[in-house]
């Protein structure tokens, strides 16, 4: 089967339909995205991300619970490999999709105690690999794209056979939504999971808190030689155009705020896809920072940067601030 018949994957669970065209703040927009550690009792606070913790899988019922019934709909699964794991980190990523590691054992058990909340998972392989990058390397510590998008695909395929309702892939390896796309399709899944892109992630200064949370900060080096320059307007556009075409169905940008007109782009190329954006751990901590230094409300200043990624066009938006708007929305 081609991939560009694939649409199924994209509508499959009543959530991502509702994402297909909608302009106004509710809480079904907002994606919580959780830190899952390897020690399954774990709560472990993140001193750089307020009101942010790691968690461990026997954490998830207390930790989840009262969110759901707040109205919560969706989370996006980091994996965070700080104990047991750490010894097995190599250079293709083994731990990503361990049967025991924390991401499969959070779908699973996350299935089994929310059946109707919708479950991403983030890919990638930095949080497992030795060397802290996105990817598979050479000889000479460059990125080996080839067995790089193949590694990924096979840790896309587990994470839905485990029971994720959506796969998205944050390594911005070249070719890796077609081989995801095709993996999925082989595996008799591409119309079970969707498959969302982080198609314009920026190699931006407002990761540091994400870092610290999930411990992937590279060991040499950097990672602006796959994610794109920050003044590189025409390079997202084309990584938008070429995810399109290579079947992902939902598209990302990554960071939000300071590149809403790549979100505005976004809608324009991609105006038959639904548009996410990422508010991401800096976004997010400066605006607790601000609050704080009496710059400015807390709520009215995360209202107002959201808001902005609507009137973007974003549809769907991860978010820190997911449990508070939880509580600050009525629908």
């Keep these: 089967m081609d991939i560009s018949s694939i649409l199924q994957g994209g509508y499959q669970h009543p959530l991502s339909r509702s994402w297909q065209g909608r302009r106004q703040l509710t809480k079904s927009m907002f994606m919580y995205p959780i830190f899952i550690t390897d020690d399954p009792d774990a709560s472990v606070v993140i001193p750089s991300l307020p009101g942010q913790r790691r968690w461990g899988v026997n954490q998830l019922e207390t930790f989840l619970g009262p969110l759901v019934k707040k109205g919560l709909k969706s989370v996006i699964i980091f994996g965070v490999p700080l104990t047991c794991e750490k010894t097995l980190q190599d250079g293709r990523g083994t731990p990503a ?38 990817g598979l390397l050479h000889a000479d510590s460059t990125i080996n794209t080839k067995p790089s998008v193949l590694r990924l695909a096979e840790v ?6 485990a029971g994720a309702h959506c796969v998205a892939p944050s390594d911005m390896m070249d070719g890796r939504i077609k081989a995801i796309k095709q993996a999925l399709i082989d595996a008799d899944l591409a119309s079970k999971c969707t498959l969302m892109s982080y198609s314009a992630k920026f190699a931006s200064a407002l990761y540091g808190p994400f870092r610290d949370a999930a411990g992937s900060a590279p060991s040499f080096g950097d990672r602006k030689c796959y994610q794109l320059p920050p003044t590189a307007k025409g390079l997202a556009r084309r990584a938008i155009q070429r995810d ?18 790549i979100i505005s782009d976004a809608t324009q190329l991609a105006s038959d896809h639904p548009i996410a954006c990422y508010q991401v751990s800096g976004e997010f901590a400066m605006v607790h920072a601000g609050a704080a230094a009496g710059v400015y409300d807390l709520k009215t200043m995360a209202f107002e940067t959201t808001e902005s990624m609507v009137r973007a066009g974003a549809t769907l938006i991860l978010s820190y601030f997911t449990p508070d708007f939880l509580d600050w929305l009525e629908v």
């Excluded at 896309?156 to 056979?161: G, L, W």
């Design 156 to 161: 896309s395929v587990n994470y839905a056979k």
């Design 244 to 261: 399109m075409v290579e079947g992902a169905d939902i598209i990302m940008v990554k960071p939000a705020l300071p590149y809403l007109d």
């Design 97 to 134: 999709d361990d049967p025991s590691g924390p991401v499969i054992q959070a779908i699973k058990k996350i299935r089994l105690l929310f059946p109707s909340l919708y479950i991403a998972c983030d890919v990638c392989l930095c949080e497992y690999t030795s060397h802290g990058h996105c």
